[in-house]
């Protein structure tokens, strides 16, 4: 499929006349005439019904006319985007992270550089940690949000630190330890609980899960996993058992009660950016979310 094709089925479709659609397109109505074919041999559909007194759409016709103007627009604004020096009023901003929660704090940030950077086109990638920690390494996007990882090569990029937290333990409303004011790792081994995937959840979460692991007095059927942080939660929701979790606000989701776990584990959230990128959009997406992450 081309866009000579393309164009000649709208012309053709617009005038329901294929001399009317030559004359416009500047070309031989025999012109046309092969375009159309080559098109329904394509798409092995009839989209022009010909006789020797009316040219109209078939059904297929009409369903594919839609379809054809819009790869033509976006044809067309691809093409005017590369012929001119598009880079002088389009800003791209890559930002990776790993789950929605981050996503959710993204938004507001977006927002608000837009206020300063209208031209701004973010480009979001919400990718499993491990991709995203070689795609930051390779300067592939320009940031990164996520928690500390000291497995990633500093070389190359360079972190900034937004909040510190503990860890929280997450329950449902109805839970017997919902009303307590601390929990400790004694209160978690008696309780079942919902471990979230190591590679989806901040190291020191990790680590404490590990332990949890080793050391339950419970059988094995009284832990149960979550692919990622979402899903973890939505078990805990459901009353399946607790969860450890960033006490991080926005991280937080309606419907649980948060507990703080007694334990020293201190927790980095923050953004790893490529060294070299050193624009006035990422120094103002750092100030946003510094003062999004105060209240942390």
Do not use: W
């Not at 937290?165 to 209160?187: F, M, N, V, W």
Request: charged share 20%; hydrophobic share 40%.
């Amino acid at each position: 499929m081309n866009t000579m094709q393309l164009e000649c089925f709208l012309a053709v479709a617009d005038n329901l006349s294929f001399a009317r659609a030559a004359e416009q397109l500047h070309v031989t109505q025999p012109a046309i005439t092969h375009q159309i074919n080559s098109l329904e041999n394509e798409l092995q559909a009839k989209l022009v019904r010909r006789t020797t007194r009316i040219v109209e759409l078939t059904p297929d016709g009409r369903t594919f006319l839609g379809y054809a103007k819009n790869i033509l627009k976006a044809t067309h604004f691809a093409k005017k985007r590369l012929s001119e020096h598009h880079q002088d009023y389009i800003q791209t901003f890559s930002i990776g992270c790993h789950s929605p929660s981050e996503l959710n704090l993204i938004s507001p940030v977006l927002k608000q550089l837009y206020q300063t950077f209208p031209t701004l086109h973010p480009d979001l990638r919400m990718i499993p940690f491990p991709a995203l920690r070689n795609m930051v390494e390779e300067e592939a996007i320009d940031v990164m949000i996520g928690f500390r990882d000291e497995k990633i090569n500093l070389a190359s990029v360079t972190y900034v630190e937004l909040a510190q937290c503990g860890i929280t333990c997450a329950l449902s409303k109805e839970h017997p330890l919902a009303d307590r004011k601390q929990l400790t790792l004694k209160d978690l081994n008696e309780e079942p609980i919902v471990l979230c995937e190591p590679d989806r959840c901040a190291e020191a979460i990790a680590q404490l899960q590990g332990h949890l692991l080793a050391s339950h007095s419970h059988s094995p059927s009284q832990i149960y996993f979550g692919e990622n942080l979402e899903c973890t939660l939505t078990l805990t929701k459901a009353g399946i058992g607790l969860a450890l979790l960033p006490n991080l606000p926005f991280m937080h989701q309606e419907g649980l009660t948060y507990v703080p776990l007694e334990n020293e584990s201190i927790i980095s959230f923050g953004l790893y950016h490529k060294t070299s990128f050193n624009s006035p959009i990422l120094k103002t997406f750092i100030q946003i979310l510094k003062k999004l992450c105060q209240p942390f």
